[in-house]
């Protein structure tokens, strides 16, 4: 089973309401997408994120730590992943059958054992359309 075929059981037929996307900071997959050298087979995954930092860049300017820098990114990925998955056609069609369905994002520090709400919810293709074009 793929996470897409997850997704597509859980929605149309348990019938959920709250999808959450959780990321976690200090991803050494984020991390190794920051730094520029080359990872082999999983570069095709890092570069997605290194996307997000590529178009973001200038909100990284004024982290000068390191694992700051690594953590908002973190965030932002967990962001992007809840337009991705609002963006699949499971999620598209439950809404315009009138499921409410809220894809949430959040995150977990494995360093204080604290899951953040990154309070970044999308319930709708209005919603989503009004996040993607930020
Ligand atoms: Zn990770």
Redesign the pocket.
């Known amino acids: 089973m793929n996470c897409l075929s997850v997704i597509q059981y859980a929605v149309e037929v348990l019938k959920i309401k709250h999808i959450i996307v959780c990321g976690?900071y200090g991803?050494?997959?984020?991390k190794a997408a920051i730094e520029s050298k080359s990872h082999g087979l999983i570069d095709n995954w890092l570069s997605n994120i290194r996307d997000i930092y590529r178009k973001r860049q200038k909100e990284f300017h004024s982290l000068t730590d390191e694992s700051n820098k690594i953590d908002y990114l973190c965030e932002l990925n967990v962001m992007e992943q809840v337009i991705n998955v609002g963006n699949t056609t499971i999620i598209q069609n439950a809404w315009e059958k009138g499921f409410n369905i809220v894809i949430h994002g959040w995150i977990y520090s494995i360093s204080n054992g604290l899951l953040k709400d990154l309070d970044f919810s999308i319930s709708s293709i209005e919603e989503l359309k009004l996040l993607a074009d930020k």
Do not use: Q
């Not at 991803?27 to 984020?30: A, E, H, M, P, Q």
């Open positions: 976690h991803c050494g997959g984020v």
